[in-house]
């Protein structure tokens, strides 16, 4: 059991100073001066820290990504100190352009793996490619049947490394998504990756224009990797559509016209669109490729989950977004929209995925399933092979 005391709280609205109970992995209660005294109850002291929810990071290239320079530009799995050290109680994996040697059984057992070190974790089934490589064969089974898969993704459409799927095949797959959906009761979400060409989110938008599927089955990302798609992915929003902005980024990206995520939150809110349809995520373990001054090609660098929480950070900091607007983002949404009921509040019986911050809002604990992970910023639940 955990008792945190007298800490401002927002669940992510702010709710004032309260006392947090935490047994079971779970909130227990939510409330003010509470008095319980237990042996093995540890006590946290909240005065002058901030509680908030565990982040959510909802596209993350688990079991590593790239090798779109060949198979020496093939990155690295993620660790679970990467997720901890920056807040991330609840990750998403998928695969990303290479399908065919990174495979669903190996995204699937990476999950299991971050869940047996103490956090949650779910996946995508599929790549960017259709047909997609399910684990069992068929999309459906797969979210029927296997706790961890809650969608499919990423899907890339508008790229030059697309699949360039059909509006039969894409419009199928959705199908499929949605009923799966249905019947597991899941999201059955469609994570679709977008990439720089100007067909932009039209395979979408011709879908849910021609079919009855609708524009809330699917979450495209990178939407801030361009100007013009960014501009297209505010008025996809205000039809009611959900916009994910990519955090991992590189100051190339940014100088050839990326809108950084921070940014593109605040641009989007002053546009109009509703916060609960903006989502952030990392993109980690996927590759960016850096050059020097003069242009050259000089490696690969890596995405981070930590560029989940700089991009908190600095949407309040620098853009003046609002604590609870830019905790939405990475918390409560991406909990709604993929719907993991039990997670991205903090509030009795949801699971106890808390994050607690400083004055300068730098993360002092981070608690996952009601266990502490980080306490004074010392991460004291190490990775397998860390
Ligand atoms: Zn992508």
């Known amino acids: 059991m955990i008792l945190i005391k007298n800490v401002k709280t927002f669940k992510p609205e702010a709710i004032g100073k309260k006392?947090?109970?935490?047994?079971?992995?779970?909130?227990?209660?939510?409330?003010?001066?509470?008095?319980i005294s237990y042996s093995g109850l540890k006590i946290i002291d909240g005065t002058?820290?901030?509680?908030?929810?565990g982040f959510i990071d909802s596209h993350v290239h688990i079991l590593g990504g790239g090798g779109e320079g060949g198979f020496k530009t093939r990155t690295p799995e993620i660790k679970l100190s990467n997720?901890?050290?920056?807040?991330?109680?609840?990750?998403?994996?998928?695969?990303?352009?290479?399908?065919i040697s990174r495979r669903m059984e190996s995204l699937v057992a990476k999950?299991?793996?971050?869940?047996?070190?103490?956090?949650?974790?779910?996946?995508?089934?599929?790549?960017?490619?259709l047909p997609i490589a399910t684990l069992t064969n068929d999309v459906m089974k797969d979210l029927l049947f296997i706790e961890e898969i809650i969608g499919v993704g990423e899907i890339a459409i508008s790229d030059h490394r697309s699949s360039q799927p059909s509006f039969e095949e894409l419009s199928k797959l959705s199908a499929d998504t949605r009923t799966a959906g249905i019947l597991s009761n899941k999201a059955g979400i469609l994570n679709v990756h977008l990439g720089d060409s100007d067909k932009g989110l039209k395979p979408i938008i011709e879908i849910v224009n021609n079919t009855e599927i609708p524009i809330t089955q699917y979450l495209p990302t990178h939407i801030n990797r361009n100007e013009?798609?960014?501009?297209?992915?505010i008025e996809y929003a205000k039809k009611g559509g959900y916009i994910d902005f990519t955090t991992s980024t590189t100051k190339q990206f940014i100088d050839a016209g990326e809108?950084?995520?921070?940014?593109?939150?605040?641009?989007?809110?002053?546009?109009?669109?509703?916060?609960?349809?903006?989502?952030?995520s990392s993109d980690g373990q996927g590759s960016?490729?850096?050059?020097?001054?003069?242009?050259?090609?000089?490696?690969?660098?890596?995405?981070?989950?930590?560029?989940?929480?700089?991009?908190?950070?600095?949407?309040?900091?620098?853009?003046?977004?609002?604590?609870?607007?830019?905790?939405?983002?990475?918390?409560?949404?991406?909990?709604?929209?993929?719907?993991?009921?039990?997670?991205g509040e903090i509030k009795v019986n949801l699971d106890a995925d808390l994050v607690l911050l400083d004055d300068e809002l730098n993360i002092q604990y981070v608690i996952a399933n009601g266990k502490i992970m980080m306490e004074k910023n010392i991460m004291i639940q190490k990775g397998t092979f860390e």
Do not use: H, W
């Open 19 to 35: 006392d947090l109970l935490i047994a079971g992995g779970k909130f227990i209660d939510v409330d003010e001066q509470l008095d």
């Open 48 to 53: 002058g820290l901030t509680a908030v929810p």
């Open 83 to 99: 997720m901890i050290s920056a807040g991330v109680t609840t990750v998403v994996g998928c695969i990303g352009t290479d399908g």
């Open 111 to 129: 999950a299991k793996g971050l869940k047996e070190e103490g956090v949650s974790a779910y996946v995508y089934s599929g790549s960017y490619r």
């Open 228 to 233: 013009q798609l960014f501009k297209e992915g």
């Open 259 to 280: 809108v950084e995520a921070p940014l593109a939150i605040k641009k989007a809110i002053e546009s109009g669109v509703k916060i609960n349809q903006i989502t952030l």
């Open 288 to 343: 960016l490729p850096a050059f020097d001054s003069t242009g050259n090609f000089t490696g690969l660098a890596v995405g981070t989950s930590m560029s989940l929480y700089n991009a908190f950070k600095k949407a309040i900091k620098v853009y003046d977004v609002s604590i609870e607007e830019a905790l939405m983002t990475i918390t409560k949404n991406p909990a709604d929209i993929l719907k993991l009921t039990n997670k």
